[in-house]
Nanobody, 125 residues
Framework: QVQLVESGGGLVQAGGSLRLSCAASGRTFSTYAMGWFRQAPGKERALVAAISRGGQRTYYTDSVKGRFTISRDNAKNTVYLRMNSLKPEDTAVFYC??????????????????WGQGTQVTVSS
């Protein structure tokens, strides 16, 4: 079992930056691909970015390409999401999740096995 704890959320002005971190428990972190999801009020939780087990492959949803960067440090059991040029529409609760499937990573919530508790990101205009 993997426990995930997100941190780094907060309130930032439009155009600003934040870096989210997700620390995982256990010694099997490198066997999971990782994803960052977000859920805005009244909307479904959706994938923002994902990274393969070794970090070689990444995925970004179109709305964050060029602004967000996902990375991981398997020695520290941590995955990061660097968010630049933040916009008010990025406001959401951000969740990290662990994927144990056979693909490089999952694209939907149902494919992920473990979830963190979420961290709030609020971007003011």
């Amino acid at each position: 079992q993997v426990q995930l704890v997100e941190s780094g959320g907060g309130l930032v002005q439009a155009g600003g930056s934040l870096r989210l971190s997700c620390a995982a428990s256990g010694r099997t972190f490198s066997t999971y691909a990782m994803g960052w999801f977000r859920q805005a009020p009244g909307k479904e939780r959706a994938l923002v970015a994902a990274i393969s087990r070794g970090g070689q492959r990444t995925y970004y949803t179109d709305s964050v390409k060029g602004r967000f960067t996902i990375s991981r440090d398997n020695a520290k059991n941590t995955v990061y999401l660097r968010m630049n040029s933040l916009k008010p529409e990025d406001t959401a609760v951000f969740y990290c999740a662990a994927y144990s499937g056979s693909n490089y990573y999952g694209l939907t919530t149902g494919e992920y096995d473990y979830w963190g508790q979420g961290t709030q990101v609020t971007v003011s205009s």
